[in-house]
Structures are given as C-alpha cells and as structure tokens.
C-alpha cells in the first residue's frame, strides 16, 4: 500500500514535487491566482505556510464555499495554517465504488495514449477518433478472448462495436476487473501503471481541473455578472447534485490502494 505519508521516500512519487511549482503558475488567470495555488495545497496535501493567505475577500468566500462543500469541517474555518492542514486531512465519504470507477478510468485514457504512440502508425494517430482508438485496443488486448468472456457478437459491425465499448466503459467494478484476468499481460499494465506513474499525472491532472474551475469562476465573476451574483452561481453550482469538485490525493490514494490491491489478488 502506498501511503500519502511515503510519497517523498519514493522515488517515483518525488519526481512529482519537482514539477509542483510550475504547475502552479498559470498566465491565464488574473485575479484567483493564489487561491489556485492555496486550492492546490490543500487538496494534495501540501503544507501550507502565512505567505499563501494574501487572499482577497472574494477569494476567501470562494475557499469557505469549497472546503464547507468538500470536507464539511464540523468547526469554524480560520484562515490560518493550522486550521486548513488540519481541513485537507479530513476524510471525506467517497465510496470505494466511486474510487474503482474513477482511477481505473485514468488509468485507461493513460494507457490508450501509450497504445496509440507504440502501435499506430503516424499517420493514423493524428486522424484516429476516440471510439475508434478504444475499439483498436481493445481489439489488440482481449480480441482472441471475447469468446471467453462471453461476447456473442451478430453480423452487424456497429452492433458488435457498440457491445464492445459497452462491456469495457459502461459498468467498472472490481467484478468486472476480475473478468479481465483472461489477459494476465493487461492486468499487470494497469498494476505498473499504478504503481509507478499514477500519482504523478493525478497531481497534473489535478491542478488542471483546479485551474479550469478558477477560470470559470473569474469568468462568472468578472466577465458574466458582478462578485455576489456570481458568487451566489458558484455556491449553488458547488451544492448541485454532481458537482465537479476535483478529488483530493488522499481519496485518490485510497481509491488507488483498493483497486491495486483487488488487482495483485487476481
């Protein structure tokens, strides 16, 4: 198990604090810029130091709304080092369902674009749409085995492909792991991706998903409306069924350790 607390004694996982502070600049925002940055050390677990609570006002109400939304703290937030490292350990109520879904599918986006720079030609990398990328591999990895899992596959070619993206998308369970098993070669993909790349292209993902968000928050609030209006859109937005708050580390971690572990027993 991997261990939020041993990503610094791993050399792997270290490689990802080299790269943190040119992730953190970002030349497109203008007025959230520090709230990125504090946003980006609290959900990776970052310390956080007096130098990184310049907020402003605005930016303040945009970091209460996040973290009552996310970590609901059953205490008052202080914006003080204390009090936010003591936030960012909290545990939230993610579902180990949930966990299993969304790594699994970062892990698959990663290994597609592998399997399309080692196995297409160039000229077909550049043309290639996603269903047909996703259907070349999974052609490539369980072909020879849809018999074994049970495909039964008419005539028609967009019924066969339609029931092909089915099986591998729609339903991502440890259930439906296990039945990958029929290639041992795949299952030790995904345990080598997780194990030594994961948790750096979480880390860079993340802090894209927290800088689009900033963007569309300065959009609503200094180009669409004014700072209540768009501060009111962004705490409903933010309490909506669905929202898309990024995950932190710590869940990411956890979902990760589960599935890995799931997938070192098959």
Not at 64 to 69: E, F, G, N, S
Not at 86 to 105: A, F, H, P, Q, R
Request: net charge positive.
């Amino acid at each position: 198990m991997i261990k939020l607390e041993d990503m610094t004694k791993t050399t792997n996982l270290n490689k990802t604090s080299i790269t943190l502070n040119e992730l953190l600049s970002d030349p497109d925002i203008v007025h959230f810029q520090k709230l990125k940055h504090l946003l980006v050390k609290l959900f990776l677990k970052k310390k956080i130091l007096h130098s990184d609570l310049n907020l402003s006002k605005i930016e303040k109400k945009l970091l209460r709304a996040v973290i009552t939304k996310k970590f609901n703290p059953k205490y008052n937030i202080k914006f003080e080092p204390k009090c936010l490292i003591k936030i960012s350990k909290l545990k939230t109520n993610k579902k180990n369902e949930d966990g299993v879904k969304c790594v699994y599918k970062k892990a698959l986006r990663e290994l597609k674009k592998r399997f399309k720079n080692e196995y297409l030609d160039p000229k077909d990398r550049v043309q290639i749409k996603f269903k047909k990328l996703s259907l070349c591999f999974y052609n490539h990895y369980f072909g020879r085995y849809f018999e074994n899992l049970f495909f039964n596959f008419g005539s028609d070619e967009s019924d066969k492909n339609n029931r092909i993206m089915g099986f591998f998308e729609k339903k991502i369970t440890i259930k439906f792991l296990k039945k990958l098993k029929v290639n041992r070669e795949y299952i030790n993909l995904l345990i080598q991706y997780f194990e030594n790349d994961f948790v750096r292209d979480f880390i860079k993902s993340n802090t894209n998903k927290i800088g689009n968000l900033i963007l569309k928050w300065e959009k609503l609030i200094y180009s669409e409306f004014d700072e209540e209006k768009g501060l009111e859109i962004i705490k409903k937005q933010l309490n909506s069924r669905g929202n898309k708050i990024p995950w932190t580390l710590s869940e990411s971690l956890k979902a990760m350790n589960y599935i890995l572990n799931a997938l070192r027993k098959l």
